[in-house]
């Protein structure tokens, strides 16, 4: 019996697919062909095919690789402390104790607020007049006088790390603790007739059983972090003297500044940057479900 073809399925995908081909790969195209462009809204005059100058350009700023290293350090602390602290609250989350769906809920709130919201709140926590951070610094007498923390070379890089763990802990709580009710607890209870200690079960049996989860969830948050501009953007600009400016505050600025072919060129970089940081990840994992 042959089977009818039909063309609704195609019609009732068609929608989706042109929204993407709209929103992702036409912007994509652009700013590939943009970055191989002198594409300065401001000189539009002489707006035109520069080859690789706008790479060449990226390869001797010090700013490029200034930011460059700054998103590294911003990513690795970032990311790492999101998921150290996201999987013990998922941890403590998964055990039974009165209020747990109230705690549930509230330890969502930092991952619902917008960034841009983030970022103006927390940039009044780091206030060095008014800041209640300052206040209670003071009160426990830990430092003698107000400290302007996002106005400090020494102390802005480390106040936005701070903002950033703060908002992505719950992200990682969330999906770890999915991926921990999804454990059989058939398991526990064998290990625990054989004698094994909460450390052994943790090692032994929690993270095996969830390792694809956090695999999924490290890889996108390390994309999320690594092109991240809300936060930062609303606290400090990158500033001061460019302490806290990651590559993605760097391009957005450079967008700005309506030089979009440089900042094409930089977006382009991160994103191979970020495609070759991913494929030994991607080796390894499939390596070891094979």
């Not at 302007?148 to 990682?172: D, E, M, N, R």
């Not at 030089?259 to 070891?288: C, D, H, Q, T, W």
């Amino acid at each position: 019996m042959v089977k009818k073809r039909t063309i609704w399925p195609y019609v009732l995908v068609a929608p989706a697919v042109l929204i993407i081909l709209c929103v992702v790969f036409i912007p994509v195209i652009n700013a590939i062909i943009m970055s191989f462009q002198h594409y300065d809204l401001r000189r539009p005059k002489e707006i035109g095919f520069n080859g690789i100058s706008n790479y060449a350009a990226a390869c001797k700023d010090t700013l490029f690789w200034g930011s460059l290293f700054r998103t590294i350090v911003w990513v690795v602390c970032g990311v790492g402390f999101q998921f150290l602290f996201g999987f013990i609250l998922a941890l403590l989350l998964n055990t039974e104790f009165k209020g747990r769906g109230v705690v549930r809920a509230v330890s969502m709130i930092p991952w619902v607020t917008p960034g841009v919201l983030i970022g103006l709140m927390w940039r009044w926590i780091y206030d060095g007049n008014f800041g209640v951070l300052n206040d209670l610094l003071l009160q426990f007498h830990i430092i003698s006088n107000k400290i302007p923390f996002l106005s400090l070379v020494k102390t802005a890089f480390p106040s936005v790390i701070v903002t950033i763990i703060w908002q992505g802990i719950p992200f990682f709580a969330l999906m770890l603790l999915a991926a921990l009710q999804g454990v059989p607890s058939d398991i526990y209870e064998a290990s625990s007739i054989d004698g094994a200690s909460s450390w052994q079960k943790l090692i032994l049996i929690t993270i095996p059983s969830i390792k694809n989860t956090i695999f999924v969830t490290v890889l996108l948050r390390v994309i999320w972090v690594a092109n991240s501009v809300d936060v930062i953007f609303n606290m400090t600009e990158g500033g001061p003297a460019y302490s806290t400016q990651t590559l993605s505050v760097y391009i957005f600025n450079k967008g700005n500044a309506l030089n979009l072919g440089y900042a094409s060129a930089m977006a382009l970089l991160l994103a191979v940057i970020l495609l070759f940081a991913a494929v030994p990840y991607l080796k390894m994992n499939f390596r070891e479900d094979t």
